[in-house]
């Protein structure tokens, strides 16, 4: 019997996507869900619209058979739309400024927000709460710029501590001044209350945590960071050490420092954001060892690592204007100011994010590779975080009630945190140069069948080129 596919590029090359999907509906016909509004019925916001959750089948029900969708294989996207117009148009004109992707500048947006709000803004769910700080880390070449979006957009953090600083002092030199006028003075000795930090010792640092402060580690070089691990131990386990004390940190976790000859310290409920980049080249070296991998350090951190940037000539490059910084200023230093806030979700938020946290269970339990489980296991909680971050960039900042578009966004998020750790990040840790050439055959099996249940080797056999033996050892080997 004739078969005819739609072409793929004109030249009657079949369409690999659609050989399959014809395919399997010969053999196992799709069991079609209920009709989803058409496109002119959704909302650009609407979380029907922007999320597409994979469909996985109950125990003792028929399993939808997954389609295969061009849009798989498409750039991945950090979305924007939700937040206001305000921060969208200044993430567009800095990614055009510096010439840089737009991607970093938006994780750059969400710490800064996050690191400005603090602990003042929580979300409270069933049974944890969570704060709006993360662990971020922009992955690209020295030519894409990550130091210049990571500057300009905390900008208004160090201008905060900046000033905080000048207060400090002069509250300092008064309380000085009443000590050596009155030596009985018993007034409160004032803080710095410091929210940036750079190259610092882990003590320095559990200082700041111990004001009950959020603080936010800023990197330019993340392999530095990383490399300082127990640096600045006198002996014993230092890396060990620090590298649990940065797990708690992660998880809000409170823990007790001790030392020989000083008083023992407790750091309760602490909550530390850590931004900065890395080159590819070396993000293996720093993120890939055993130590870092095993104990999930490496899985906490949310990477960016666009692929293709369009390059923009500097003549033809939009200017940051002081009324742009003026605006970006505005927007942060109203979070500095705000009250405190404690968010929860609506109903329709609510059964999205628990749909999206059950399906990524289900995967996590089902991967046979404990290292992809374990970091698709932690974008549940990833999820909330940047739910709050994206939140306070949006329109409802200072609303009590994160909805189900905002929801909806942040999932979006997630999926393409997810994706590039996947695909791009975990390749590099395990030594592999699978992103730095094309793809194989044997990838794009590999891809597919992370995603997707392959009903018809011969199928995809002959959409490729290959024998169903090669198939089937690619599969076996996966």
């Given at each position: ?5 739609t ?5 009657g090359?079949p369409?690999?996507l ?10 196992e016909?799709r069991i079609?869900?209920l009709p989803?509004?058409?496109v ?5 916001r ?11 089948a109950?125990?003792?029900s028929?399993?939808?058979t997954?389609?295969l ?6 750039e ?14 200044y ?21 800064t ?10 979300l ?7 704060y709006?700080?993360?662990f971020f ?12 979006p990571?500057k300009?957009v ?13 207060k ?5 030199a008064?309380?000085d001044q ?5 030596k ?14 750079g190259d610092?010792?882990?003590?320095s640092?559990?200082?700041l ?7 936010g580690?800023?990197?330019?070089e993340l392999k530095s960071f ?8 006198k002996g ?12 708690s ?5 409170g ?7 000083e008083?023992?310290k407790l750091?309760d409920?602490?909550a ?15 993120f890939g ?6 104990s999930?350090?490496?899985q ?23 009324e ?5 200023t505005g927007?942060?230093?109203r ?11 609506s ?15 289900m995967?996590?339990d089902?991967?046979?590779d ?6 698709i296991?932690?974008?549940n ?23 189900a578009e905002?929801m ?6 997630a ?8 695909e ?8 592999s140069?699978?992103t730095q050439r ?9 891809a597919?069948n ?17 024998s169903?033996q ?9």
């Amino acid at each position: 019997m004739s078969q005819s596919f739609t072409p793929f590029d004109g030249n009657g090359t079949p369409d690999f996507l659609s050989v399959i999907n014809a395919e399997v509906n010969k053999v196992e016909p799709r069991i079609l869900a209920l009709p989803a509004p058409s496109v002119e019925q959704q909302s650009p916001r609407s979380p029907v619209a922007q999320l597409a959750l994979p469909q996985i089948a109950r125990s003792g029900s028929s399993k939808e058979t997954s389609h295969l969708k061009a849009s798989t294989f498409a750039e991945p996207v950090l979305p924007i739309d939700w937040f206001s117009e305000s921060v969208q148009e200044y993430i567009r004109t800095v990614s055009e400024s510096y010439g840089c992707p737009q991607e970093y500048v938006v994780v750059n947006s969400l710490f800064t927000a996050g690191i400005a709000a603090g602990k003042k803004a929580q979300l409270v769910t069933n049974p944890y709460t969570n704060y709006p700080c993360d662990f971020f880390c922009m992955v690209g070449k020295p030519s894409r710029n990550k130091t210049g979006p990571l500057k300009e957009v905390t900008r208004p953090l160090r201008e905060h501590d900046k000033a905080n600083f000048a207060k400090y002092l002069e509250e300092k030199a008064a309380y000085d001044q009443c000590k050596h006028e009155d030596k009985s003075y018993s007034g409160e000795q004032p803080i710095f209350h410091q929210r940036i930090v750079g190259d610092s010792s882990p003590e320095s640092r559990n200082a700041l945590l111990a004001q009950g402060d959020m603080i936010g580690v800023v990197a330019d070089e993340l392999k530095s960071f990383i490399d300082s691990l127990g640096r600045y131990s006198k002996g014993g386990n230092g890396v060990g050490a620090e590298l649990s004390q940065l797990l708690s940190i992660w998880s809000n976790v409170g823990f007790a420092i001790n030392r020989k000859f000083e008083e023992t310290k407790l750091i309760d409920d602490p909550a530390m954001c850590i931004n900065g980049g890395i080159q590819p080249e070396l993000l293996g070296k720093t993120f890939g060892t055993d130590a870092l991998m095993d104990s999930g350090f490496t899985q906490r951190f949310l990477f960016v690592y666009p692929d293709k940037v369009p390059f923009v000539k500097r003549c033809d490059r939009k200017f940051m204007t002081p009324e742009m910084r003026e605006s970006w200023t505005g927007i942060i230093g109203r979070l500095f100011d705000m009250q405190p806030l404690t968010l929860q979700l609506s109903h329709e938020a609510n059964s999205l994010y628990s749909n999206y946290a059950d399906i990524n269970d289900m995967r996590a339990d089902a991967e046979e590779d404990c290292y992809i489980g374990g970091m698709i296991q932690k974008m549940n909680i990833h999820t909330l975080r940047l739910a709050i971050m994206a939140h306070l960039l949006s329109d409802h900042w200072n609303e009590p009630v994160i909805t189900a578009e905002g929801m909806g966004h942040a999932i979006r998020m997630a999926d393409y945190f997810t994706r590039i750790h996947i695909e791009r990040i975990y390749p590099l840790l395990r030594g592999s140069a699978a992103t730095q050439r094309p793809m194989t055959n044997g990838d794009l099996l590999r891809a597919v069948n992370r995603q997707f249940t392959i009903k018809s080797q011969n199928a995809l056999a002959e959409a490729l080129g290959v024998s169903q033996q090669y198939v089937n050892k690619i599969l076996k080997e996966q």
